[in-house]
């Protein structure tokens, strides 16, 4: 999601006052703070600076803390507020940011923080610096209590501000335009005596890069907030299961004809499933640690009010540009660690012609990747659904496979190889006995089925390309109603279930 920045290159400026405003509910921010107490000791010089800010900011530091809601949301807020001394950290700041995130922690409310702040303030010295340390364990506490923090990384965001609480959001959002990096350009010029590349620190170039969720202005912020929060705050355990068709005998197809089904370009992926099936859809991108994979989608969302992480491989990107690498799976471990942490039900959706196979992928390290995902799966609290949408091809499908309970669409199947593959191996070379080892192999849904490597299968009539809504709907409605027995199941019955099925 981005939105153009102004004509300047650079967003309007909004106070921190000006920003709350825009963001909570009209009347509903209350203040958390009290008055700062200044030391006695303080140098002359730095306190003029100090009462110059107050007097050019209207503010008494550089952090403002309350909470208020966004659309009817109770949350938490700390904001930066740059015109006070560049909305530097020191050590007032740091003790006004530490109460505000620990009372949001210890009152269960969500964190909005809104970063603008040339980083440490160096009036203060190391003594304001070691507070990156302080100020990023409050956060890590209130990660660690399951509560959502979301980011809003403003124009500028630099240095330790950037480095510590600015990087740690479960949902990241940069304003158009922003200046967002570690050292700011006017260091690096000072430092090295050239200008530091243009682009490479705004906030569009982080998030083609996977640093960021999305890009937009303050005032469309509640509605990316209010749908995470919907999801986050959704629901999870004791909902009655949702309405959903039971499974049924369907005519016989062979192998080859379902893998020529899901081949079809019409056929329904994971973009259908959530446009026709999901709601409170707040897509998040990329791994957050520098890489972007629009091929593996990851969102939050919500089937029939069961909220979940979803992350899915997108046959219509794959299709166009090519197989999935490494970089891909890293999306998905970060899918898997916001289920854990947020205590949320983890959605996997199976849907590839094959993972990469390059030189790329192979120092990209595919192959740890792939363990890593299955290592993660198999031991994540959290209760998991996998979708066997179509494609299911080698260790790109294998990777994002274990789960409490799989479901599968009639046509969908799941091999070692593509057929053509498996053909060339057995038959030295020759891919034209494709058909043949899918059926040897029984890589069908319903050989599946039938061995219990699949829980549930979803009915296609007689194609779900030729009923994608219909058929989006229907997988919703089962998807939920795994999600709500499963969220009602003691984790360790999940976890042994899911350690011992494939003991055939």
Known sequence: MTTSA????????????????????????????????????????????????EEKSGVDEAILTGSGTIRGFRVAVVANEFRFLAGSIGIAAADRLDTAIRRATAEGLPLLAATASGGTRMQEGTAAFVQMVRITDAIAAHRAAGLPYLVYLRHPTTGGVFASWGSLGHV????????????????????????????????????????????????????????????????????????????????????????????????????????????DVVPLNGTGQG???????????????????????????????????????????????????????????????????????????????????LADL???????????????????????????RVIAARHAWLSPLPPEGASAIVHRGDPSFAAEMAAAQQIRAVDMRRRGIVDRLVPEYDDAADEPAAFARRMGAVLAQEIAVLSTRPESQRLARRAGRYAF
């Open 6 to 53: 102004t004509a300047a290159g650079k967003p309007p400026r909004l106070s921190a006052p000006e920003l709350i405003d825009t963001v909570l509910d009209t009347g509903s921010f209350v203040s958390w703070d009290s008055p700062i107490v200044r030391p006695d000791d303080l140098d002359p010089e730095y306190l003029a600076d100090i009462r110059a800010a």
């Open 172 to 279: 990241t959002v940069g304003e158009p335009g922003a200046l967002i990096g570690f050292l700011g350009p006017k260091v690096f010029q000072a430092l090295y005596d050239k200008p530091f590349p243009p682009g490479v620190q705004q906030a569009e170039n982080l998030l083609r890069h996977g640093l960021l969720d999305a890009v937009l202005p303050a005032h469309r912020l509640p509605e990316i907030a209010s749908r995470a929060l919907t999801v986050l705050s959704a629901r999870r355990r004791g909902m009655p299961p949702v309405d959903a068709a039971a499974e049924e005998e369907q005519p016989e197809e062979t192998a080859w004809e379902s893998i020529q089904r899901t081949r079809r370009p019409e056929r329904p992926g994971v973009r259908e499933l959530l446009r026709f099936a999901a709601t």
């Open 291 to 373: 890489e972007a994979q629009p091929g593996l989608m990851l969102v939050l969302a919500r089937f029939s009010g069961m909220p979940c992480v979803l992350l899915g491989q997108d046959r219509a990107w794959q299709g166009k540009n090519g197989p999935l690498g490494p970089e891909a799976l890293r999306v998905a471990r970060r899918g898997m660690r916001l289920a854990d942490e947020l205590d949320l039900p983890l959605v996997s959706v199976i849907d590839t012609p094959g993972a990469a196979l390059s030189q790329e992928a192979e120092e990209g390290g595919l192959a740890g990747e792939i363990a890593r995902c």
């Open 378 to 404: 198999v031991a994540l609290p959290a209760p998991t659904v996998c979708v066997l949408l179509g494609e299911g091809s080698g260790g790109g499908a294998m990777a994002l496979l274990p789960a409490d």
